[in-house]
Each structure stands twice: as structure tokens, then as C-alpha cells.
């Protein structure tokens, strides 16, 4: 179904991810330092830069590619996606994202994106957060969320169309080192962007090219309260912190409580529209419809009848 994620490993001073080159490596090539936890009497021991024991920092990457791929073969959704170009008065007036004119600007200098509808204007949004509460006030998680602006304004914040697509760990804060964990994410839309995946639409029944751009990044300004999108995104990052349940591993049980979710909510949508395969119908679906002569009938009689 597309729910996968990768578990990457990190040096703990920010500097590398263990991926392509450095895969194979057991320290950080720029600090030295290795990336698995050492035990302090292990410290003098030529053991030190061994890969054996837990891993000192993970970046939790929950891949976007599928999980588009996920949102179109949903027909509802795929509808939804396209709802900014189809029927929409265009009266000067911003009620969508794509209403502005940085992102019309965009669609003049790159024509053939903005000639598929379906193609996806995504934002970046990002915000520390604390899963231990008042017991580990240093302890930092930076979760990585994407929005599709493609929705209607009344569904592009909402928690389902919110997707998780990265959890730092701490435990301390990224601060300018974030980018070196943006990686893989930045891989994942270089080729969106590029070449673009080839993607069904469960709405039009057809295979197409999706191609995905960054438009913006929703950022954390204290002093632009106001103005800022934050909202969403903080309730979200509370909801997320909720689903700590182990405090050894806090990353681990949000990542995986959300795909868990994730593939929950796929299924029973899926399951609902689903015709079942070689399986009689029931003698009884009539009467639950509301048809026939038996079945709960709820009668509420008016105040005449009184
Ligand atoms: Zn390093």
C-alpha cells in the first residue's frame, strides 16, 4: 500500500547521513565520531568504531512518492486535487493558495506544469516538539510535514491530508543542520520535479505523469502571530506527540502509530466502496436499507398526534 519508511542512520553532530557513499561507513567522516552508541568502559577498546550496538541518531523517512500514489488511486481525493482549476470564480479575489500571484507567476514560467491540474503544489512545515513534557525539557523532536495545496483551503490543513513525511530525533535541536537531513526528502521531489512518477487516477481512470513542486515553506515566526499557519501545524505536532506510548523510543511509536493509522484509514475507505468478490449478498441488506416490511423503524409521532 505504499506506507513504508526508511530508517536512516545519522551522525550525531549533524554532519552526514549513512546513505549512498557513506553507507557502508562506521563514523562520521568530517567529526570522527561513531555512529553507534558507545558504552563508556567500551570507550579504550579497538572495538570503538565497530557498527555493533544502537545507532546514535535516526532520521525516520516515511517516502512521499508512494504515498502520492496512495492519494490518487483514491477517487474522492483525486477529484479534490484538481478542484483549484475546475469551477472555481476567479474574480481577482485569494481564496486558494493558487489564487496568488507568486504561484501564478510560477505557472507563466513553467507552462507545462501548470498545464496538468493535477500536478502537486506542495508546503514544507516544520516545528520542534518535546515528548517527555516536564521530564526531559532538552529533548527535541523535528517532525516534517508536507501540505497539498491542491485541496480546497477547507481540507489542504486538515490532520488526513497532512502527511508526516520525516521524524528528526533528538536530542538536541537541528537548528541550520536540518538541511543535511532534508535529503532524502529533496532527492524524492528533485525527481518529482524532473521527470515526475507515473501515477493511476482512481477519478478519471488513467495513468499520467505527476510531477510536484515546493511552493512554500510555513515557518514558526514568533513575532507574526498573526499572519502565520502555524495553527494547524501546532495541533497537528500535539496530536502527533500524543502518540508517544514508549518513552525509550518516542520517535519509533509516532512514526509507526501513524503509518498504523495511515493504513487504517486507507482500508476502511477502500473497504467501503469495495464490491465484495463472490460473496452472496445478504438476505438482510434490504431491511437495513430501510426497505421491506421488518426492521427498525423509528416512528416519531408529531405534536397533533399527541
Ligand atoms: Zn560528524
Redesign the pocket.
Known amino acids: 500500500m505504499g506506507m513504508e519508511y526508511q530508517k536512516i542512520h545519522a551522525?550525531p553532530?549533524d554532519?552526514?547521513l549513512y546513505k549512498h557513499e557513506f553507507q557502508e561507513m562506521h563514523k562520521?567522516p568530517?567529526?570522527g565520531?561513531s555512529q553507534c552508541k558507545v558504552k563508556d568502559d567500551d570507550e579504550c577498546s579497538s572495538d570503538k568504531n565497530s557498527k555493533k550496538g544502537p545507532p546514535t541518531k535516526v532520521l525516520w523517512y516515511l517516502l512521499i512518492i508512494p504515498r502520492f500514489k496512495r492519494l490518487f488511486a483514491n477517487g474522492d481525493d483525486a477529484k479534490d486535487l484538481t478542484c483549484h482549476a475546475n469551477g472555481r470564480n476567479c474574480d481577482g479575489m485569494i481564496r486558494h493558495p493558487t489564487d496568488s500571484s507568486q504561484l501564478k507567476k510560477i505557472d507563466c514560467l513553467y507552462p507545462s506544469f501548470d498545464k496538468e491540474a493535477r500536478n502537486l503544489r506542495l508546503g514544507l512545515a516544520t516545528d520542534g516538539m518535546n515528548p517527555y513534557g516536564s521530564f526531559n525539557t532538552q529533548h527535541s523532536l523535528w517532525p516534517i510535514l508536507l501540505v497539498i495545496l491542491n485541496f480546497p483551503p477547507w481540507l489542504c490543513m486538515k490532520r488526513k491530508y497532512m502527511m508526516l513525511s520525516m521524524m528528526i530525533s533528538g536530542p538536541r535541536q537541528s537548528r541550520n543542520d536540518i538541511d543535511v537531513y532534508l535529503s532524502p526528502l529533496i532527492e524524492d521531489l528533485t525527481k518529482c520535479w524532473d521527470e515526475g512518477v507515473l501515477v493511476f487516477d482512481g477519478f478519471q481512470n488513467e495513468t499520467f505523469h505527476l510531477r510536484a513542486m515546493l511552493f512554500c515553506t510555513i515557518n514558526d515566526f514568533a513575532t507574526y502571530g498573526n499572519l502565520r499557519w502555524m495553527y494547524s501545524v501546532e495541533r497537528y505536532i500535539k496530536i502527533l506527540k500524543g502518540y508517544t506510548k514508549n518513552l525509550h523510543r518516542p520517535e519509533a511509536s509516532i512514526v509507526e502509530r501513524y503509518i498504523a493509522e495511515e493504513a487504517i484509514e486507507f482500508c476502511s475507505e477502500y473497504i467501503e466502496k469495495a464490491k465484495p468478490v463472490g460473496l452472496l449478498e445478504s438476505r438482510h441488506d434490504e431491511r437495513v436499507r430501510g426497505k421491506g416490511s421488518r426492521g427498525l423503524h423509528v416512528i416519531t409521532p408529531s405534536v397533533e398526534g399527541l
Do not use: D
Request: hydrophobic share 25%; aromatic share 0%; proline share 0%.
Open positions: 551522525c553532530n554532519c552526514i562520521c568530517r567529526c565520531v
